[in-house]
């Protein structure tokens, strides 16, 4: 199954390309998301995440990196981390 | 408008930022500060600090942060505003200048670790009393800097909010903020992660994220905002600070303060609830119980005040891009140059004087006057940057120099603002290097061992007159006399007035410093000053007195490109004599005409003798008048030579004209400060009145002089 790639600086224009990506990967399982190479995730990005989880099959988080984990916790998103915990 | 034209409004804001900054601790520096100035300078540093968190400028956003929190302590009159202090922020001002000049250039930040330390050291010291005081009130406000440290590097800060959120709170009650982002909060590369980041590091920890409004991925939108967030702060923390955080982006974001969850959600449950509403309302509640020094503090009367007057400067200016700017210009130029050519139209049909031509008149010199004010900046923009420049000439020199300064206000075309600066300080560094001399030699000679530079401006003659003057040595004439001939630029016979000497200056690779230090004495200086000004349409003088100073007088144009004038004709040549130099114009009598010398003459006007100067000469026109008295004189007023009386054939109109750089379009030719397209649509030179009249005057023949 396609694994989706976050970017180093996942920033609006990032999420506007991804968006796609995740449309076209939505399904019965969760989409896997591997976060490992995140340096900074922005807001846009979040809240694209978070609508992926949303959507039917939800997503799953690979190996995300320390500033991905922190910026998670900081906006009290720790629940899509334990979400993708396989 | 795209994130780079946006990264330049922010750099053009820092710059307004800083000067307000400069002026502010120019006030202190002087003892009459009060609390609105201390407001003014936080606000400026705090407003840098946003922006650099904005585009990631993460060593600008570093040092405003620490340079605020210092801020803070003075507006909270935890710091007593003493000489040192003011000393130390002027540095870090400077420090900041060059973490924005770095920031802009995509360059390396600065040194700041002298000064970092200095602003941290301070801060400490001063919050380590109080918070002994409250003996069981952690000390987590000092933590700041290290938090944002860590932020930077990537640590987690959640250890530290956690902490401050489970301590005990004290005397404050802990409050909750809710906050969400709108659409417009991710335009133009602003990052609203990085002010949630701001609120935790002031002591606030995500207590919900509000997720209900994010859609499916069909629905989803990544331009709009679909995430909340309710916040849980520390009692420590002000209503202010947040707001502080949000200030410049405040309309991107519904902020709602609460006492509780439940007050937040009554609050959200309930529309009238607005932002700024509520924001009033529970800054209210906020004083009744806490202890919010800074707003009761002595030296900050004004804080509750400080937030309301901006958005109202925001909405009475907006940016416009120079390059529109002068194309309207240009458009205003071309339209007096065509309203002009109407003119001449209906003059030869004998039909120009009727109403609709004197209305239009009317109307292309107003909109004319309001397209030259659109330019228009007050000088004191560039005086601004000379305490910066004193202070680093004081630690190279070790002379301290006070600064004088009148008529910052005085209002010149910002072409010329921009292209001052370079000259002023090539003769501030020379005043300084040269002029005045040092403390030891001053208190010798009875002088003040504190040097004095001044700095004025005015309107005069239709020029702005910059003057420069120091309270020191004077030039040497005998000395640069000595130089000029062992430099080979005049021979050991030549005998030279006194300001002729002193015109020697600015002979290129001229220098009289008997070492070349890195201030000055290099010898480029004064050459590369004479040109910059002369590239302007101005002039440069100097006046000096040995032993008591020197001035150096800067004469420019108002403006570079529509002036008012008086068509004259001289032979078979029209030429402009612009209107700000014209006194009044008669027809000499004989009897109001003598001889003087070789083949020159004196008009009498009520009593006063004034060269006549027969325009025809620059001309080189064949048809010269025989007699003057069949011509007419002008008599126009100089600068630095008084009056004289320029003589013409005809006066021929009087009328606004645009001038032409005749340097873009041709050279610069002396005597001559540009040129215009006539009503009949034929070229005109423009005199330099000036020029003219002063190489005249000192040769007696102008054209040998030029």
Redesign the interface.
């Known amino acids: 199954m396609q694994i989706i790639e976050l970017p180093s600086h996942c920033?609006?224009a990032a999420?506007?390309a991804l968006?796609p990506e995740?449309?076209a990967a939505?399904g019965e399982k969760a989409t896997k998301v591997d976060a490992s190479k995140v340096e900074r995730?922005?807001?846009?990005v979040?809240?694209?995440l978070?609508?992926?989880d949303?959507?039917?099959g939800g997503i799953a988080l690979n190996a995300p990196s320390?500033?991905f984990?922190?910026?998670l916790?900081?906006?009290?998103?720790e629940t899509l981390l334990a979400d993708g915990a396989e | 408008m795209d994130a780079n034209e946006i990264q330049n409004i922010f750099f053009v804001e820092c710059e307004e930022s800083l000067e307000a900054a400069e002026a502010g601790l120019d006030v202190c520096k002087a003892g009459t500060q009060d609390a609105e100035t201390i407001n003014a300078i936080f606000r400026a540093v705090h407003s840098i600090k946003g922006g650099a968190g904005a585009f990631g400028y993460a060593a600008l956003q570093t040092f405003t942060h620490s340079f605020e929190t210092l801020l803070a302590d003075v507006r909270e009159d935890k710091v007593p505003i003493e000489a040192d202090l003011v000393n130390q922020l002027l540095i870090a001002l400077d420090c900041l200048r060059d973490h924005v000049d770095a920031a802009r250039s995509a360059t390396v930040p600065p040194d700041d670790s002298a000064i970092l330390q200095y602003l941290k050291d301070a801060h400490e010291a001063v919050s380590a009393a109080p918070k002994k005081a409250q003996a069981d009130t952690k000390a987590s406000g000092d933590d700041d800097i290290d938090a944002l440290l860590d932020d930077l590097l990537?640590?987690?800060?959640?250890t530290k909010s956690a902490d401050s959120h489970d301590e005990p709170a004290g005397a404050a009650p802990e409050w909750f903020l809710h906050l969400r982002?709108h659409a417009g909060?991710?335009s133009n590369?602003a990052?609203?992660?990085l002010l949630?980041?701001e609120v935790?590091d002031l002591g606030g920890s995500?207590?919900?994220?509000d997720?209900k409004q994010?859609?499916?991925?069909?629905e989803?939108d990544?331009?709009l905002?679909?995430?909340g967030?309710t916040f849980r702060m520390d009692g420590k923390v002000k209503h202010d600070d947040v707001k502080d955080v949000f200030d410049f982006a405040q309309e991107d974001y519904t902020l709602i303060f609460g006492s509780s969850e439940d007050d937040i959600k009554t609050k959200l449950d309930d529309p009238q609830t607005a932002s700024s509403d509520d924001e009033a309302a529970s800054e209210a509640k906020q004083t009744d119980g806490d202890k919010q020094p800074d707003t009761k503090a002595p030296n900050a009367p004004a804080a509750a005040a400080t937030t309301a007057p901006a958005p109202t400067v925001a909405t009475q200016s907006i940016r416009i891009d120079l390059g529109k700017l002068d194309k309207l210009i240009d458009g205003v130029g071309e339209l007096v140059i065509a309203q002009a050519m109407l003119t001449q139209r209906l003059a030869d049909q004998d039909i120009a004087h009727i109403e609709e031509l004197s209305l239009l008149d009317t109307l292309v010199r107003d909109v004319q006057e309001h397209a030259m004010a659109f330019r228009a900046q007050p000088i004191g923009s560039v005086f601004s940057r000379v305490p910066r420049l004193l202070r680093e000439l004081s630690s190279s020199t070790g002379k301290h120099v006070k600064l004088k300064v009148q008529g910052e206000s005085t209002e010149l075309d910002k072409t010329v603002i921009e292209r001052l600066g370079e000259p002023l300080t090539h003769l501030i560094r020379n005043a300084v290097d040269h002029g005045i001399e040092d403390a030891e030699e001053r208190r010798a000679q009875g002088k003040d061992p504190e040097g004095t530079l001044t700095l004025s401006a005015e309107q005069k003659a239709g020029r702005v007159v910059i003057n420069i003057s120091d309270d020191g040595r004077g030039i040497n004439a005998e000395k640069v006399r000595k130089k000029a001939i062992a430099n080979g630029l005049i021979t050991e016979d030549a005998q030279l007035s006194e300001e002729e000497i002193n015109n020697l200056v600015f002979a290129p690779g001229f220098s009289t410093a008997e070492q070349v230090s890195s201030v000055s004495g290099r010898g480029v200086g004064m050459d590369v000053v004479r040109q910059n000004v002369k590239e302007l349409g101005g002039r440069i003088t100097i006046e000096s007195t040995p032993g008591s100073g020197t001035s150096f007088i800067l004469a420019l144009p108002l403006t570079l490109a529509i002036s008012d004038g008086m068509i004259v004709q001289s032979g078979d040549q029209s030429l402009v004599i612009p209107l700000a130099h014209v006194v009044e114009s008669l027809r000499p009598l004989p009897a109001d005409l003598k001889g003087m010398g070789y083949d020159r003459q004196m008009l009498n006007v009520r009593g006063h003798f004034l060269p006549v100067l027969p325009l025809d000469q620059l001309t080189g026109a064949s048809t010269r008048m025989a007699d003057p008295c069949e011509g007419v004189v002008v008599i126009v007023e100089t600068e630095r030579c008084g009056q004289a009386a320029l003589l013409v054939d005809t006066i021929t109109d009087q009328r606004q004209f645009v001038i032409k750089s005749l340097d873009t379009h041709y050279h610069a030719v002396d005597g001559v400060a540009g040129a215009t397209i006539l009503g009949n649509g034929r070229v005109s030179l423009i005199v330099d009145v000036d020029h003219l009249v002063q190489s005249a005057g000192h040769t007696g023949d102008w054209q040998v002089a030029a």
């Open positions: 920033d609006r999420a506007a968006h995740f449309l939505a995730l922005g807001f846009a979040m809240q694209l978070v609508s992926a949303h959507t039917e320390e500033p984990v922190d910026t916790r900081l906006a009290g998103l | 990537g640590e987690p800060e959640k982002p909060a991710m590369g990052e609203p992660l949630l980041r935790s995500c207590h919900d994220c997720l994010v859609p499916v991925l069909d989803f990544p331009d905002g679909h995430l967030w």
